[in-house]
């Protein structure tokens, strides 16, 4: 897509990745973008450059509008390749710009390239860059969602330029929110932005809450957000900023989640009685089998809901692979103000259930005990428990709910 003026002589000039379906392991069914701008002034600035396999598309875009040459500084607001592994072609094109980036961003790309012939600048929260009618102003925000990460402000435009943070994968010939809620719809904007927070900024929830407080302190006003993929915010900047509030002061729908695996269907037999238990209390429940779902999408349906349920059949004394890889990515993440349960088929000894709680314990989750399990297949009985189980996990999550 051809490069598009975002507000007076500032520029978006990325690229648009219709084709990825797998972002580093994380599924990106409507693709993605490497959104990075150029900035038309005294001293011309591009900020970020986009994944490597995308350099011709940003240099196109950047030659329509200047002769890449000209370009006197670029910003590194993020290390991650899908946003600096094309610097060398642009430093190729424009030998003399000198690189701003943090000073934990200098030290990774030396990993990535050999700087010792370009001109590399550290630069902290506070410090500012005059590049004419413009002075563009720096604030670090480590671990959002790497060490290096910082955003970039300028007053002169009232844009904020986030790198990931704001962020959604999607591929668009949108470029805005107001227009992609247009030609497709608030609500799938919205999913999308859940998605992204769920699966990369989980974590950070903390870090998030800290640093909008510090870019409100300072008194930036913000006509636009710019992330560093999907749709910039111009119509609606503050919706985004209140969505990444919420979800780090631990918003989740008054839901249960479903999420299981099974190998000859006695684990999931459970979970329609399950559910059926949980529909009773009024409370909405998505279900969702492991290896029929994308790892991602599983995450981000964990995510929108205050209460899950796992369930999985034992093999071989231990929780069924796709399960246990599901709690190990989860426990990455370092989930918080959720609550759990969970569930299964097994054989003999069992020993699934029993370690989906000692995940919980680690993860540090509020849990509620005992699960509920069954040798091999349910029966009639065991349906009306597993009925009463979903009942009563949905009683304890209506009761957990009214604490946020
Ligand atoms: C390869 C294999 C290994 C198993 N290992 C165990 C085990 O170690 N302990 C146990 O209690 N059951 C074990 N089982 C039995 C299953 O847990 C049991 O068949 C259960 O009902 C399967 O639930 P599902 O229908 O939801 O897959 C094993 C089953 C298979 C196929
Ligand atoms: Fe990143
Ligand atoms: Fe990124």
Redesign the pocket.
């Known amino acids: 897509m051809k490069a598009v003026e975002i507000k007076q002589g500032v520029f978006w000039v990325g690229a648009v990745d219709w084709a990825v379906r797998d972002f580093h392991g994380y599924e990106t069914p409507r693709g993605t973008t490497y959104n990075n701008f150029l900035i038309m002034d005294e001293e011309i600035t591009l900020i970020d450059t986009v994944k490597y396999d995308f350099a011709d598309l940003t240099i196109k875009n950047i030659a329509g509008i200047v002769d890449p040459a000209r370009i006197k500084n670029i910003i590194i607001n993020h290390i991650e390749n899908d946003h600096a592994s094309s610097l060398d072609r642009i430093m190729a094109l424009a030998p003399q710009a000198t690189i701003y980036i943090s000073d934990k961003g200098r030290k990774g790309i030396e990993r990535f390239f050999d700087l010792s012939n370009w001109n590399v600048k550290s630069v902290k929260t506070g410090d500012t860059l005059c590049i004419g009618a413009r002075t563009l102003e720096f604030l670090e925000t480590p671990m959002l969602h790497w060490p290096d990460s910082m955003v970039t402000y300028s007053r002169h435009d009232r844009i904020l330029f986030t790198q990931d943070a704001f962020g959604q994968h999607v591929a668009s010939a949108s470029r805005f929110d107001d227009e992609f809620e247009k030609s497709d719809s608030a609500a799938e904007l919205e999913d999308a932005v859940v998605d992204y927070y769920a699966n990369i900024l989980m974590p950070f929830g903390q870090m998030i809450k800290t640093k909008i407080a510090e870019i409100q302190a300072k008194g930036f006003d913000i006509d636009i957000i710019a992330p560093d993929h999907g749709l910039i915010w111009r119509a609606n900047p503050g919706k985004v900023l209140s969505m990444y509030m919420d979800m780090a002061n631990g918003k989740a729908n008054e839901s249960v989640a479903i999420i299981y695996d099974?190998?000859?269907?006695?684990?999931?037999k459970m979970a329609v009685p399950i559910a059926e238990g949980i529909r009773a209390e009024g409370l909405d429940c998505r279900v969702v089998k492991l290896r029929a779902t994308p790892m991602s999408v599983a995450i981000k349906e964990f995510w929108k809901s205050r209460g899950a349920l796992i369930g999985s059949?034992?093999?071989?004394?231990i929780l069924y692979p796709s399960v246990a890889e599901f709690l190990t990515h989860l426990r990455g993440l370092r989930p918080k103000n959720r609550i759990v349960g969970a569930f299964?088929?097994?054989?003999?000894?069992?020993?699934a259930v029993r370690d989906a709680y000692e995940e919980f314990k680690k993860m540090g989750l509020q849990a509620v005990e005992p699960g509920f399990q069954i040798p091999?297949?349910p029966s009639r009985a065991d349906e009306e428990g597993a009925f009463e189980f979903g009942r009563n996990f949905a009683r304890q999550v209506i009761e957990y709910h009214k604490g946020f």
């Not at 099974?262 to 999931?268: D, R």
């Not at 299964?344 to 020993?351: A, E, F, I, P, Q």
Request: net charge neutral; aromatic share 18%.
């Open positions: 099974t190998m000859w269907q006695s684990t999931e059949p034992t093999l071989n004394n299964g088929s097994y054989g003999w000894g069992g020993g091999y297949r």
